[in-house]
C-alpha cells in the first residue's frame, strides 16, 4: 500500500513539472507536500462562533479537506465540549454570549494544552496580544479570507504534531527539580504538574534543550512561530513573562529563564 502510495505520488509530480523535469528537489518538495497534506486529513477542529452564517462557511472549508468539525455558538458550550472531546485545534471567538472567547480561553488552559486560535473583530494590537497573553496561540483579525484561516491553522497542527514524533533526543529534560517529558509534552516541578500553553512548552523546551544559548526575540518567534507568522516581538515577551509565572517561585528574579539584556533570553542550568 505504501509503495503504491509512493508511485501515484511520483505520478502527479510529473504532471505537475512535466515529464522531462527529473530535479530531485522538486521531487521531493512535491512529495513531502502530498505527506502533509495526508496528516491534514482526518484532524479534529472545534469551530466556535455565535454567527451561524460564518461558522457554517468554515466548517464546510475544513470537511472539504477532510477534517472533522464540532460547531459551538456560545462560551458555555464551547467549554463543555473542550471538556469532552479531544481536539487538534480549536477556532475560538473572542465576542461570544454567557462566557467570552477569553474566559473560555483560560478555562481550557486549566485542563488542556490544545493550540487556540482566537478570531477578533477588534483590530487593536493590544486586544491581540490581550488574547496571546490569556493562553491562545494565534489570531486572526475578522474580516478574515478562508484560505488564510486554513493554511493558519494547518501550520499550527503540524508544527504540534512535529514535536510529538519520537526522534533522537531524549524524551526527558531535567534541570535541578524541573522536569520536562518532550513525548506528553508536560512540565513538572517535584510533584507539581505546571499547565503550559502549547507555545509556553515550545518556549520551555527550545531554551532548555540549549542551555546557555542566548535567542534573539526575533529568532524566538521565528522558531516557535514560525517564518510566516504576522505577529511582532512581543508576543515572545508575552509568552515569557507567563512562562516565568508558571515555573519561577519569583518572576521578578528567575532561575530558569534568564534575560540577556539586549539580546535575548536563555536557560539557566
Known sequence: ????????????????????????????????????????????VLVVDDEKLIVKGIRFSLEQDGMEVDCAYDGEEALEKARNNTYDIILLDVMLPKLTGVEVCQQIREFSGVPVVMLTAKGDDMDKILGLEYGADDYITKPFNILEVKARLKAIMRRTASKDVKDDKS??????????????????????????????????????????????????????????????????????????EKIENSPSEPKFVQTKWGVGYYFKE
Open 1 to 44: 500500500m505504501h509503495l503504491r502510495r509512493i508511485r501515484r505520488d511520483r505520478r502527479k509530480q510529473k504532471t505537475i513539472y512535466g515529464r522531462r523535469d527529473r530535479d530531485p528537489a522538486k521531487i521531493e518538495l512535491s512529495l513531502r507536500h502530498n505527506e502533509y497534506e495526508r496528516q491534514d486529513m482526518a484532524k479534529k
Open 171 to 244: 524524551a526527558m529534560l531535567e534541570s535541578g527539580d524541573m522536569r520536562v517529558n518532550r513525548e506528553d509534552r508536560r512540565v513538572y516541578i517535584g510533584d507539581r504538574e505546571i499547565n503550559l500553553t502549547s507555545k509556553e512548552f515550545e518556549v520551555l523546551e527550545l531554551l532548555m534543550s540549549n542551555p546557555g544559548k542566548v535567542y534573539s526575540r526575533e529568532n524566538l518567534l521565528k522558531a516557535v512561530w514560525g517564518v510566516d507568522y504576522p505577529g511582532d516581538v512581543r508576543t515572545v515577551d508575552v509568552h515569557v513573562r507567563r512562562l516565568r
